[in-house]
Each structure stands twice: as C-alpha cells, then as structure tokens.
C-alpha cells in the first residue's frame, strides 16, 4: 500500500491550498484516513480525520478553516486549507488504516511540504 500526497507549497497568509492524499494497492475496506503535520521543533500533530461513517475530528487550531473530505471510489482524502496562517507551516502527511483479520495495518506517505508566508 502507497499513500502518495500532493498540493503543499508556499502561500501567502490569508490564501488557501487544497492537499490531496491517494492509496495505491491492496488493501480492504478503509477504515481511517486522516491529515497530520510536524513543524520544525514539534511533535506530529493531528489536522483532521474521518473515520468510516462519516465522523470527522479537527485540531482546535483549523475549525472553521480547514475541511477534510473523502472519495473512497478514489481512496483519496484531500484537506482544504482556507485562511491560511504562518503557524500552519509544517510538513503535512496523510495516513489510513484498514483492519484484515482482526490485524489494524497503518500506512503514511511521505509529507508535503506547506509553508505559509506572513
């Protein structure tokens, strides 16, 4: 399983960008997929999730700023980042997990990187 993300960059404060995260290979029904960044110095934080079912978790930090949403006919997650912020610089990684057997198999990609300019 391969999760590849794209859409990071360098934007302004104030400006929006619109990650996207597909899986790639065999996997069963997806459980979880979520967005999560580390910023220099820190430990990796959760953005946003959604689990099967259609529940949704957000940091404090992006309510009101930030939606996560998925395609499963895709197995693509994406996150709209509006309202940008110099404090939501960090490299972004997306994650997922489905369950086999009774057995959670997690996977990350590899990190986009966003940089938001004050």
């Known amino acids: 399983v391969q999760l590849q993300a794209f859409g990071g960059g360098l934007v302004q404060a104030g400006g929006s960008l619109r990650l996207s995260c597909a899986a790639s290979?065999?996997?069963?029904?997806?459980?979880?997929m979520g967005w999560y960044r580390q910023a220099p110095g820190t430990g990796r934080e959760l953005v946003a999730d959604?689990?099967?079912?259609?529940?949704?978790n957000y940091a404090d930090s992006v309510k009101g700023r930030f939606t996560i949403s998925r395609d499963n006919t895709k197995n693509t997650v994406y996150l709209q980042m509006n309202r940008l912020k110099a404090e939501d610089t960090a490299v972004y990684y997306c994650?997922?997990?489905?369950?086999?057997?009774?057995?959670?198999?997690?996977?990350w990609g590899q990190g986009t990187q966003v940089t938001v300019s004050s």
């Open positions: 994650t997922l997990w489905f369950s086999d057997n009774g057995k959670r198999h997690e996977y």
């Open positions: 959604d689990i099967t079912g259609g529940i949704t």
């Open positions: 290979g065999t996997f069963n029904d997806i459980n979880y």
